[in-house]
Structure formats: C-alpha cells, structure tokens
C-alpha cells in the first residue's frame, strides 16, 4: 500500500532561517500530495496540496513541489518566523476512499 | 462556518471501562474519517463513512472498537473494555466530497483519551 517517510525531527531554527522538511514516498499511481501543520494547542490543518506531477502547491511562504522522478514531496520556506513553530505531517491518500496516510511527523521550533 | 467539533475534549477511564467519543462534522460534508494518534507519531486512519454506512473500516484495531453514523452527520466511535494501549489522541475529519483523493479533510481538535 501506499506509504510516506518523513525526515525526523526536532527541527530548530533562527527566524529568517531557510526551511525544508523532506518527505518521500511509495504509492500506486499518483494520487494527490499533501503537508499538514498542527500549531500547538490546535487542531490539524492543511498547509498546502498538490494534485499531479510537478505541481507546485503553496500557502503562507511555504513550498513543496510533486516530483515523481524522485517520489519527493519536501516542504521549503525561505525565511522562517517564530509562528511558524509547530508539527507538520506530510501525507497522501491511500485506496479509493480517501483516506490518508501520514508520516510521523516533524517538530519545527523557530527561535527568535 | 462551524467547524468540526468533537466531545469530549479530554476522557479519563479506568482499564475495562466502555467509552464513547463524538465528532460533529460540518455541516454538508458526506465523508468523515476518524483517525488515532499516538504520542509523537502521526495520525492513523481507523474508519471512513460515506454517509451512513461505513465504507471502510480496516483501520479498527480490533473488534472492541466500533463507529456509527446513523443519520449521516453525527459520529460516535465506541470503545469496549478499554486497554491501557489504547491511549491517544482520537481525530475526526470531514471531507465535502465522499471519497477522491484530493479533497480537503478538515479535522477537529480531538479527543485525548487515558486510560489507567
């Protein structure tokens, strides 16, 4: 079935530092990419998505581009705030209905 | 709009105990997934409903766990003789869309369940 890895974490960073978090992937097809971010004391929410190959799916500064030729889906910003602190998941959708499948998460903690 | 809700937010038990978590969807939404989450992993699907009927439920650990959907909104994860192991944090997603693989799951804020 299908899976994901995610680099592990904690993350730590100076504001304004450049950001990536790699995920990688195995999946049958190419179903649709997504990161996920959970801000402390918040629910899950999604950060951005990508749908095919080479799609580049972006929100609030942060990036990940759908690269087949290497079953990459990693997360970038280029200058990292303090609000950015927080865990995020990359995941893809596994089957027909929907459902996702995460990778265990990476902590990013921003210090100013 | 309201958001997915789910009660309660936190539910202490004892080893044995039965316990039942709800999820209020948004409002409209066909699809809901309930997802567990364990200290420092990532979410792990459980069960998926289209509407009323369970659609896909290879995620429950075992036959001690059960969900219903009886009127296509309202969700209740039911767990029977609860086990120490069983302690985590229970998410509920909606998603507008039944099914496809790139529609939005919105998730609430869980239910963190302990059992002693």
């Known amino acids: 079935g299908n899976s994901v890895t995610q680099m592990e974490g904690p993350v730590t960073l100076s504001e304004e530092a450049f950001l990536t978090i790699n995920c990688t992937y195995t999946?049958?097809?190419?179903?649709?990419l997504f990161w996920y971010v959970q801000y402390p004391g918040e629910g899950l929410q999604l950060l951005l998505k990508a749908t095919k190959a080479d799609d580049k799916g972006s929100n609030k500064g942060f990036e990940a581009t759908y690269r087949k030729e290497t079953t990459s889906f990693h997360l970038e910003k280029g200058s990292v705030q303090v609000s950015d602190s927080a865990v995020y998941f990359c995941?893809?959708?596994?089957?027909?209905?929907?459902?996702?499948?995460f990778g265990q998460g990476t902590t990013l903690q921003v210090k100013p | 709009g309201a958001g997915v809700s789910q009660t309660p937010s936190n539910k202490v038990t004892e080893k044995g105990k039965y316990v039942e978590l709800r999820c209020d969807p948004i409002s409209g939404h066909t699809a809901l997934y309930w997802y567990r989450q364990s200290l420092g992993q990532g979410p792990e699907f459980l069960i998926y409903?289209?509407?009323?009927?369970?659609?896909?439920d290879s995620g429950l650990p075992n036959d001690r766990f059960f969900a219903v959907r009886p009127e296509g909104s309202v969700s209740t994860l039911k767990i029977q003789r609860t086990e120490r192991g069983d302690s985590a944090v229970y998410l509920c997603?909606?998603?507008?869309?039944?099914?496809?693989?790139?529609?939005?799951?919105?998730f609430g804020p869980g239910t963190r369940l302990t059992v002693l």
């Open positions: 997603a909606s998603s507008r869309i039944a099914g496809g693989d790139h529609y939005e799951q919105f």
């Open positions: 995941a893809l959708p596994s089957g027909n209905t929907g459902k996702l499948i």
């Open positions: 999946a049958t097809g190419y179903p649709s």
């Open positions: 409903f289209q509407g009323t009927g369970a659609a896909d």
